[in-house]
């Protein structure tokens, strides 16, 4: 879908989990681990907290309950 920095790629992968794997809702834990399962992503903890943070800020996903987020209306990388 050609995103390159980490910060497209947790865009890329709670897109990927919305609207291709049907999850309504995902875990923090459940997109950091989609995008470690892409080959060869490897980041650090501090680098995918902050960018997962400024996806929230930037309103491209949404907290719903119990540590739980959703895809926005403005998220990228739709199908």
Known sequence: MGASDLSELLEAAAAYMSFVEGRNQFSRPQLMN?????EGQEFKR????????QLLRD????????GRFTASSDI???P
Do not use: N
């Open 34 to 38: 989609k995008v470690r399962q892409m």
């Open 46 to 53: 501090e680098d995918g907290l902050r960018s997962f943070g």
């Open 59 to 66: 309103g491209k996903i949404e907290k719903t309950s119990g």
């Open 76 to 78: 990228g990388f739709r």
